[in-house]
């Protein structure tokens, strides 16, 4: 079975732009959920979705959006890019939306703000 | 709010040896607990989990335990290997919704 996939592996961007990331879960997973690890914050968790719902999200800005299609692959998109966005951007997917289930995450986007 | 400390922040032993990360956590309702292994510019690979009914979790070499009345849980590696060489990170499953609470991590270096 394969993994958890994330496209694109590497991003570089300028201030203010925005982008989107990609997550394809485990064929069967219906919970998506994102995590941006920085040196400095750690792991820290965004938003998660399952069946295409946002049923959690972390303490961020509004500029952080996501969303998840009804084959359960997820995006999220931050717009107006700034400086501290700079980070390794984590999907994490698992069988269901509660919290019994192990997760299994994906090998993450290295975004680069400059 | 949930918090998550792991201690020691960085530890270095000789192959061979048996070791022992911990992670402690503030509240104790917790749904479950995790910990991951991530190598340099990696993502996060899964090594155990432990439900909140449960008291310890075996894989291989690994031993997870968790005291969910102290707050605590205890990765035991036997036997350490070079392989082993990692960050490893505890994370606390803190609602129903998969959100994770994560440690600041163990970074390991085990030498040959």
């Known amino acids: 079975k394969a993994g958890v996939t994330q496209t694109p592996r590497y991003l570089i961007k300028t201030r203010g732009q925005q982008v989107t990331l990609s997550c394809s879960p485990i064929s069967g997973h219906r919970s998506v959920s994102w995590y941006q690890q920085t040196p400095g914050q750690g792991l820290q968790f965004l938003f998660e979705y399952f069946s295409e719902t946002q049923r959690n999200k972390g303490n961020f800005p509004g500029r952080f959006s996501g969303r998840q299609f009804s084959n359960s692959r997820s995006e999220m998109n931050v717009s107006t890019l700034e400086l501290g966005d700079s980070a390794l951007y984590l999907c994490?997917?698992?069988?269901?939306?509660?919290?019994?289930?192990?997760?299994?995450f994906g090998p993450g986007t290295r975004l680069t703000v400059t | 709010k949930q918090e998550v400390t792991q201690i020691p922040a960085a530890l270095s032993v000789p192959e061979g040896e048996n070791l022992v990360l911990n992670c402690s956590f503030t509240?104790?309702?917790?749904?479950?607990l995790q910990w991951f292994r991530q190598d340099p510019g990696k993502g996060l690979t899964s090594l155990l989990l432990i439900q909140s009914s449960q008291r310890e979790q075996t894989s291989g070499r690994l031993n997870a335990s968790l005291d969910k009345s102290s707050g605590r849980s205890t990765l035991y590696i036997a036997a350490s290997q070079p392989g082993d060489s990692a960050t490893y990170l505890c994370?606390?499953?803190?609602?129903?919704?998969?959100?994770?609470?994560f440690g600041t991590g163990t970074r390991l270096l085990v030498s040959p």
């Open positions: 509240d104790s309702a917790i749904y479950n």
């Open positions: 994370a606390v499953g803190d609602t129903g919704f998969q959100k994770l609470v």
């Open positions: 994490a997917s698992s069988l269901d939306g509660q919290g019994a289930y192990e997760q299994y």
